[in-house]
């Protein structure tokens, strides 16, 4: 029997313990299990208490303390006593039956995605060991950050760094859609999201791409002399900006689906990208006829 699962990673303030507790509502209304599971040792006030919580095991606040470590050391420190203590989450997770969508709520410091190998061997452990979690990545960027191009490609590239460390599918999410007010920022966002994102505007669910090399003469804001002097042609740096862009966009590996977390439209489309890709409903269907208690020669049509 599989388990389901979505890991909800990103920076900090991206917007995921929101997207998190706007996916359990919205699992609530449609009446579909859930399992929740804050794996950030800082983390306060939530909205849904969780299933588990590394805090009963390890909060950061007591390693900071008592380790005299700085937040990113003892956020570290506090993966590496959990990968130590793995049962602490293999217990309650083993009687999670496939109906559930178990939701793991990340901490937001990104060297945890990027810098050290704990997370690709806890995913090894949540996915290949006896739970057999089937798991996707739910990674979040502010969709703000498109009107910052520099800092959009800079998130962009993280999330790609998440996506080759983890081997595991991913749903790159812009969050905080309702941010993006205004003509000009709204041109901007579809200047950027070009032709794909006017689709994605009639479909909410489709994913847009992440890039568009166009744009990328832009990036920069050239009413600011000193940026100016990088955007000229020939620069080393845009130079290198524009290669990191034709990189993105020659292997399609990053591409974003829109996320408003208080329109629960948004949150239904995003969440048919993370059952896809997690194929939970093929796993439901497949179980519809045993929950039907209907003879099994006849679920298989083998009395015909
Ligand atoms: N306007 C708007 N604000 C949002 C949205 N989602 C989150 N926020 C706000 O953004 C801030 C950060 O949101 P969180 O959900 O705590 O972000 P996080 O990624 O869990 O943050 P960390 O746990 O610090 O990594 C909060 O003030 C939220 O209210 C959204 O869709 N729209």
Same mark, same amino acid.
């Given at each position: 029997?599989?388990?389901f699962?979505?890991?909800?990673?990103?920076?900090?303030g991206?917007?995921?313990?929101?997207?998190?507790?706007a996916?359990i509502q919205?699992?609530?209304?449609?009446?579909?299990?859930?399992?929740?599971?804050?794996l950030?040792p800082?983390?306060?006030?939530f909205?849904?208490e969780?299933?588990?919580?590394?805090?009963d095991?390890?909060?950061?606040?007591?390693?900071m303390?008592?380790m005299?470590?700085?937040p990113?050391?003892?956020l570290?420190?506090c993966?590496?006593f959990?990968m130590?203590?793995?049962?602490?989450?293999?217990?309650?997770?083993e009687?999670?039956?496939e109906d559930?969508?178990?939701?793991f709520d990340m901490?937001?410091?990104?060297?945890?995605?990027?810098?050290?190998?704990?997370?690709?061997?806890?995913v090894?452990?949540?996915?290949?060991?006896?739970?057999n979690?089937n798991m996707?990545?739910?990674?979040?960027?502010?969709?703000?950050?498109?009107?910052?191009?520099?800092?959009?490609f800079?998130?962009?590239?993280?999330?790609?760094?998440?996506m080759l460390?983890?081997?595991?599918?991913?749903?790159?999410?812009?969050?905080?859609?309702?941010l993006?007010?205004?003509q000009?920022?709204?041109?901007?966002?579809?200047?950027?999201?070009d032709?794909?994102a006017?689709?994605?505007?009639? &479909?909410?669910?489709?994913? @847009?791409?992440?890039?568009? +090399? %166009?744009?990328?003469? $832009?990036?920069?804001? =050239?009413?600011?002399?000193?940026?100016t002097?990088?955007?000229?042609?020939g620069?080393?740096?845009y130079?290198?900006?524009?290669?990191?862009?034709?990189l993105? &966009?020659d292997?399609?590996l @990053?591409?974003?689906?829109? +996320? %408003?977390a208080?329109d $629960?439209?948004?949150? =239904?489309a995003?969440?048919?990208?993370?059952?896809?890709?997690i194929?939970?409903?093929?796993?439901?269907?497949v179980?519809?006829p045993?929950d039907?208690d209907? &003879?099994?020669?006849?679920a298989?049509?083998?009395?015909?």
């Amino acid at each position: 029997m599989s388990k389901f699962g979505v890991l909800v990673m990103g920076p900090a303030g991206a917007g995921k313990s929101t997207f998190c507790t706007a996916m359990i509502q919205h699992l609530q209304h449609s009446k579909r299990p859930c399992f929740y599971v804050n794996l950030d040792p800082a983390a306060e006030d939530f909205a849904f208490e969780p299933d588990i919580d590394i805090k009963d095991l390890i909060s950061l606040e007591d390693v900071m303390e008592e380790m005299s470590l700085g937040p990113n050391g003892g956020l570290i420190y506090c993966f590496e006593f959990l990968m130590e203590n793995l049962d602490f989450l293999t217990d309650p997770l083993e009687e999670v039956t496939e109906d559930y969508l178990i939701i793991f709520d990340m901490p937001g410091q990104i060297e945890l995605y990027t810098h050290v190998p704990i997370l690709p061997d806890l995913v090894k452990h949540l996915m290949r060991g006896s739970l057999n979690i089937n798991m996707c990545a739910a990674y979040l960027l502010e969709s703000t950050f498109v009107i910052d191009r520099p800092k959009f490609f800079a998130g962009t590239l993280s999330a790609m760094s998440a996506m080759l460390m983890l081997e595991m599918p991913h749903v790159n999410i812009l969050s905080k859609m309702d941010l993006i007010k205004g003509q000009v920022a709204k041109r901007d966002l579809k200047r950027f999201l070009d032709v794909d994102a006017r689709l994605a505007d009639e &479909d909410p669910s489709r994913p @847009v791409p992440s890039n568009d +090399l %166009d744009v990328l003469p $832009e990036t920069l804001d =050239n009413t600011d002399p000193a940026k100016t002097e990088n955007v000229m042609a020939g620069s080393a740096f845009y130079q290198l900006n524009k290669a990191v862009a034709r990189l993105i &966009d020659d292997f399609s590996l @990053v591409s974003f689906l829109k +996320l %408003d977390a208080q329109d $629960e439209d948004s949150v =239904n489309a995003v969440l048919s990208y993370i059952d896809d890709a997690i194929q939970f409903h093929e796993a439901q269907e497949v179980k519809e006829p045993k929950d039907l208690d209907m &003879d099994p020669m006849e679920a298989s049509g083998m009395d015909d």
